[in-house]
């Protein structure tokens, strides 16, 4: 772990003749070449020299070398949004006839991508619930099964699943375990050590972690991520050099950033888990939580989301956020303002009632991004608007 966080902070571009200590932002489309014979060698993929940055760019490249070294990675792409990379890896490794197997608690975008595009092209899908068994996950396996998708913990519900349980069943049928691991960070939790041969993020979330900049980034297994580049740098979801250099100052504060994000979440946690007006509260590093000890065995820190259900439903809910003075109203999540969102009146509300449910979104689950400011006055914020 030590190497890893120096590496988040030092790892950057080679320096220029200028000598500039911060990282320069190659904001260019192209990359010149000295002659025709390098031209011709770097278009042979004979060099690793840039070409043109819907490829690569050393802006971009630098932001996914420090993730890589976070996530203990071979390779990695870096994309415009986390969607891109979740799309990527699914278009690059998937083809007509194969069976994705998820679980019914993932992202809504992805659960869109998967039931909505992936049939179009051939590929089926079926889910299994977040606390499937060992013997479940391995009895939806069939033999047209490539990829294990999965993310842990789950947005908005934070179901925890134990990644390397799925990770043997994946390696015992020789099917691809790829991570959705937004939502705890490397800081928390390495997929790959576990047994994951991809990591997807959503860089816009706590890697940004200011709510500056979209992006997203796949990392893993090098052949893998060769197959993603290809057909990334093909159909040109590349995320911008201006996005990178953001996010790659970003990374140099994610360890700090996130020991603070957790601290202050478990402090509210804690603070609110007993509160009258809710049926239940969930963090991860609560023992409450039904996969603590999950939690803890691949965890180090709880991270920044805690949700809980009122007692009085949906309009309980808008009401919450209607009450609340300084924490904001907003759809995203990881930033350091702490946010409230209320999922069945909005991310969700176009499904009914049940199918909502099918997907764990409760009428009055309300998710806390809980921010950097200070942990009273977040706490304080919830407390008057819950009374
Ligand atoms: C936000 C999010 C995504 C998608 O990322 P974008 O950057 O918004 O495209 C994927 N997975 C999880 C868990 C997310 O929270």
Same mark, same amino acid.
């Given at each position: 772990m030590p190497q890893r966080i120096t590496d988040a902070v030092r790892l950057r571009s080679q320096q220029t003749p200028q000598g500039?200590?911060?990282?320069?932002?190659?904001?260019?489309?192209?990359?010149?070449?000295?002659?025709?014979?390098?031209?011709?060698?770097a278009f042979a993929d004979e060099t690793d020299?840039?070409?043109?940055?819907? /490829?690569?760019?050393?802006?971009?490249?630098?932001?996914?070398?420090?993730?890589?070294?976070?996530?203990?990675a071979e390779a990695g792409f870096a994309t415009a949004s986390g969607m891109s990379a979740v799309f990527g890896s699914f278009m690059a490794l998937l083809k007509q006839g194969d069976h994705l197997l998820s679980c019914n608690a993932i992202f809504g975008s992805t659960h869109t991508v998967i039931a909505k595009y992936l049939p179009k092209y051939g590929i089926s899908y079926s889910y299994v619930s977040a606390d499937a068994t060992e013997?479940?996950?391995?009895?939806?396996i069939t033999p047209a099964t490539k990829m294990i998708y999965l993310e842990t913990p789950t947005n908005p519900g934070l179901e925890i699943i134990d990644i390397a349980m799925v990770s043997r069943v994946a390696k015992k049928h020789g099917v691809l375990l790829n991570v959705d691991n937004c939502f705890a960070t490397p800081i928390s939790q390495q997929p790959i050590a576990l047994g994951a041969d991809l990591v997807v993020h959503s860089a816009t979330k706590w890697l940004d972690g200011q709510g500056r900049v979209l992006g997203?980034?796949?990392?893993?297994?090098?052949?893998?991520?060769?197959?993603?580049?290809?057909?990334?740098?093909?159909?040109?979801?590349?995320?911008?050099? /201006?996005?990178?250099?953001?996010?790659?100052?970003?990374?140099?504060?994610l360890d700090v950033r996130m020991e603070r994000h957790a601290s202050n979440a478990l402090y509210i946690a804690t603070a609110l888990e007993k509160h009258p007006a809710l049926s239940w509260l969930k963090y991860p590093f609560l023992p409450s939580h039904p996969q603590y000890a999950i939690a803890r065995q691949q965890m180090t820190q709880g991270g920044g989301i805690v949700c809980f259900e009122l007692k009085g439903g949906l309009e309980a809910g808008r009401k919450f956020l209607d009450k609340l003075q300084m924490l904001s109203r907003t759809a995203n999540l990881g930033d350091t303002r702490s946010i409230a969102s209320h999922p069945a009146?909005?991310?969700?509300?176009?499904?009914?009632?049940?199918?909502?449910?099918?997907?764990?979104?409760?009428?009055?689950?309300?998710?806390?991004?809980?921010?950097?400011?200070?942990?009273?006055?977040?706490?304080?914020?919830?407390?008057?608007?819950?009374?």
């Open positions: 500039e200590h911060s990282s320069p932002l190659y904001l260019t489309s192209s990359f010149c070449f000295e002659d025709a014979e390098s031209m011709r060698a020299a840039n070409i043109y940055s819907r /490829f690569s760019n050393p802006s971009v490249q630098e932001f996914t070398d420090k993730l890589c070294a976070l996530e203990g013997a479940d996950w391995e009895a939806a997203g980034a796949v990392t893993g297994r090098k052949d893998l991520i060769h197959e993603i580049y290809l057909f990334c740098r093909s159909t040109g979801p590349a995320l911008s050099p /201006f996005n990178a250099w953001v996010l790659s100052k970003s990374l140099e504060t009146s909005t991310t969700h509300a176009k499904l009914s009632e049940a199918e909502r449910a099918a997907v764990n979104i409760t009428p009055g689950l309300i998710r806390i991004s809980v921010g950097l400011e200070h942990k009273d006055d977040i706490l304080n914020d919830i407390l008057q608007a819950l009374d």
